[in-house]
């Protein structure tokens, strides 16, 4: 049964909520803050697989604890807010939350959303070709979910981020689209018009062209672009890719 922490100030949405989860096969612990919150993952006696995270909350605000959370084996996060400009969605998921819904939500929709976050950390790596993808001196770990850099750094990514990379590292020097990386990254749950899609390319670029950039690190690939845009085509993976 997946564990589930749900962390709102609201009493009567984490009343509804927990009752509908749990009508729905899950474990669910509520907590009212920051510090409800780190008293129940102290008292677990396992990881939550899940947290469910409100983003106005009095003390310690959402995105505060979202950066807490977002780290190698840590949690999926799924934001609640009723901000829901699309600069506070992607200011959820710049600190690391894998998927964002604003308030008030429908609870079958935050379902869907948690399943689909849930079904992708549990599905295999890939077509069995190997579970350590190498790419330009980098390695990503396939089972771990861990991808390591050329000079050795262990780089954090958030669920959204290594579903993405999985399928670049699947298709390499191949022009994707948006549409195709939508539905190969997160499934039929995808909405075409989602555009969390672009902050997650956003924030991979990032995270790979600035570990290229390391005054440590020189030789062929010190400077490559691993993500090209692809005019009126979409994205393309550049590296020839190993699995080994």
């Known amino acids: 049964m997946p564990s589930i922490l749900l962390v709102d100030d609201d009493p009567g949405i984490r009343d509804l909520v927990s009752d509908f ?20 993952i102290g008292k677990s006696q396992k990881p939550f697989d899940l947290v469910v995270l409100d983003l106005m909350m009095p003390g310690e605000h959402g995105l505060e604890i979202a950066r807490r959370l977002a780290k190698p084996g840590g949690p999926a996060i799924i934001m609640l807010s009723a901000m829901g400009e699309d600069s506070d969605r992607i200011v959820g998921l710049e600190v690391g939350a894998d998927d964002y819904l604003p308030k008030p939500c429908n609870p079958r929709e935050l379902l869907a959303r948690i399943r689909a976050v849930l079904r992708r ?32 750094v262990l ?24 549409e195709e ?64």
Do not use: C
Not at 29 to 39: F, K, L, N, P, Q
């Open 21 to 40: 989860l749990g009508r729905h096969g899950y474990d669910v612990t509520t907590a009212e803050d920051g510090s409800t919150m780190d008293r129940a």
């Open 121 to 152: 950390r549990q599905e295999p790596a890939g077509d069995g070709a190997g579970v350590v993808a190498e790419f330009a001196g980098w390695r990503l770990d396939l089972v771990r979910r861990e991808l390591t850099s050329p000079d050795g």
């Open 155 to 178: 780089i954090t990514l958030s669920d959204g981020e290594f579903s993405l990379l999985r399928v670049f590292v699947e298709r390499p020097q191949q022009p994707l689209a948006r």
């Open 181 to 244: 990386l939508l539905d190969l990254a997160r499934g039929r749950e995808a909405d075409s018009y989602d555009r969390s899609i672009d902050v997650q390319i956003s924030r991979l670029r990032r995270k790979l062209d600035g570990a290229m950039q390391s005054p440590s690190l020189s030789g062929a690939h010190a400077h490559d672009e691993l993500i090209r845009t692809v005019r009126n085509e979409g994205y393309m993976f550049t590296p020839a890719v190993v699995r080994r």
